[in-house]
C-alpha cells in the first residue's frame, strides 16, 4: 500500500460534519467512505474520519436525552 502525504477529504468531512452536529448521517457516510479509501490508497485521515463518526454518536446520545428529559417532564 502505497503512502500518501495527503490528507482524505471525506474524512475531513466526516470531522467537520460530526463536529458540527448538522449532519450526523453525512458524517457517518463521509467516514466509513474515508476509511475505505485511506485502506487501499494510503492517505492520511484515518484519525479524522473515527473522530468525525465518534463525534456523530456522541450527538445522537445527546439529541436522544433532550427528548427523553423533555418528555419525561
Same mark, same amino acid.
Given at each position: 500500500?502505497?503512502?500518501?502525504?495527503?490528507?482524505?477529504?471525506?474524512?475531513?468531512?466526516?470531522f467537520?460534519?460530526?463536529?458540527?452536529? +448538522?449532519?450526523?448521517?453525512?458524517?457517518?457516510?463521509?467516514?466509513?467512505?474515508?476509511?475505505?479509501?485511506?485502506?487501499?490508497?494510503?492517505?492520511?485521515?484515518?484519525? +479524522?474520519?473515527?473522530?468525525?463518526?465518534? +463525534?456523530?454518536?456522541?450527538?445522537v446520545?445527546?439529541?436522544?436525552?433532550?427528548?427523553?428529559?423533555?418528555?419525561?417532564?
Amino acid at each position: 500500500m502505497p503512502y500518501s502525504s495527503k490528507t482524505n477529504g471525506s474524512a475531513v468531512a466526516s470531522f467537520v460534519l460530526g463536529l458540527s452536529g +448538522f449532519g450526523v448521517v453525512g458524517s457517518v457516510v463521509c467516514g466509513v467512505r474515508a476509511l475505505n479509501q485511506i485502506q487501499s490508497s494510503g492517505e492520511r485521515g484515518k484519525g +479524522f474520519a473515527i473522530a468525525g463518526m465518534v +463525534f456523530s454518536g456522541l450527538w445522537v446520545v445527546v439529541v436522544a436525552t433532550i427528548v427523553l428529559v423533555s418528555l419525561a417532564n
